[in-house]
C-alpha cells in the first residue's frame, strides 16, 4: 500500500448557527454524491490555505475563523485521469452564520471540475435522506454533542 499516490486534500464541515451543514454536490445523474467543501491542498499551500481558498471558490465562503481538525479518511478511487490512486483528506470544522452559498468561480468552471450543486442540510435532512454522502457517515450528532474531538476522528470511506 505504500506504493500508492495519494493526494493531499483539505476539507471542512460547515456548520451555521443552526447545526446545518453545508455540502455540495460531486458529479450528476444517478452517482451524484454530498461532500463537504474542499479539495487538493497545492503545492507550497497549508491546510488552512487550501480550505480557504476552496470555500471561496466552492461556496463564497471566506471564514473568520478555521476550527480544529475533527475528521480525516483516506479514499482509493482514481483521480485526476489516473494521476493520482485516491485521497488522503483532513477535515476542518468551520463555524458560521448561514448565508446564501455564492460560488467564487463560474458555475461552468465548477461543473468541468464536477461539482454541480451546493446546499444546507439540516440532521434530519441527512438522516431521512436516501442521497450518497462523503464520509458516507457523518458523525454529526456527536460533533453536536460532544464538541470537537480531541484527536481527529477517521469517519472511514
Known sequence: MSDLRLRLAARALVLDEDD?????????????VWATPGGGIEEGET???A?????????????AALGPLIWIRTVHPPL???????????????RTRAFDPAP?????R????GMTAVRW?????LEAAEARFAPRRLPLRDLIRRGPPAEPVDVGV
Open 110 to 113: 465548477l461543473h468541468a471540475e
Open 51 to 63: 480550505v480557504r481558498r476552496e470555500l471561496f471558490e466552492e461556496v463564497g465562503l471566506v471564514p
Open 47 to 49: 491546510d488552512e490555505e
Open 104 to 108: 467564487g468561480l463560474s458555475w461552468d
Open 80 to 94: 485526476d485521469a489516473g494521476r493520482w490512486d485516491g485521497e488522503t483528506e483532513r477535515i476542518y470544522l468551520v
Open 20 to 32: 446545518r451543514v453545508l455540502l455540495v454536490r460531486m458529479g450528476a445523474g444517478e452517482r451524484p
Open 121 to 125: 442540510w439540516t440532521i434530519g435532512e
